[in-house]
Each structure stands twice: as structure tokens, then as C-alpha cells.
């Protein structure tokens, strides 16, 4: 039963993590995309500009599921389980900034 609370957690990990990224990535993609659109409409023009950013796009999504996916390892049963920490969860144990 133990390992099935670890097991419960790991998704709620994984959820973190991602919102984490998401709001990194719009903080980030705030402050470098807004003036290189300024200057890419300025000197290319709109349409172009939209042509550049739907490249962009198309690069982007790919790679943002490639490094979201997580690793799939192998493990043996019963391997990787801290029972202490599953007796005692709190949320500080799986924050990404602990």
C-alpha cells in the first residue's frame, strides 16, 4: 500500500514541474520574443514575420515534447520507495525548489 502513495505522488510531481516550466517559459518568451517581433516586423515586414514565428512554432513544439517526456528506467520492485517519506509527506519532499 505504501508504495502505491508513492506511486499517487509521482504525477502530481510531474504536474509541478510542468507548470513550473510553463510559467519560466512565458516570463522568458515575454521579454525575448516581444522586441525580436518588433524588429522582425520593422525590417521583414508582418507576413513575413508571422511566416517566422509559425517556423518557430513548428520547431518548438517537437522539441518541448521530446524533453518533457520523462526517461523510462527500468526499476526493480520495491526499488527507489522511501518508506519514511511516504508516511510523511508534505509538500516540501517533491517542491522542485526545496
Do not use: H
Request: glycine share 8%; no cysteine; proline share 7%.
Amino acid at each position: 500500500m505504501k508504495q502505491s502513495t508513492a506511486n499517487a505522488l509521482a504525477p502530481l510531481e510531474f504536474i509541478l514541474r510542468v507548470a513550473t516550466g510553463l510559467i519560466l517559459l512565458v516570463l522568458v518568451g515575454q521579454f525575448l520574443f516581444a522586441p525580436f517581433g518588433v524588429a522582425l516586423i520593422d525590417n521583414a515586414g508582418w507576413q513575413n514575420a508571422l511566416l517566422v514565428f509559425g517556423g518557430l512554432l513548428l520547431f518548438i513544439v517537437p522539441m518541448a515534447l521530446a524533453l518533457a517526456t520523462p526517461r523510462s528506467e527500468p526499476k526493480p520492485a520495491g526499488a527507489g520507495v522511501d518508506v519514511a517519506a511516504t508516511q510523511s509527506f508534505s509538500v516540501m519532499t517533491w517542491y522542485p525548489f526545496s
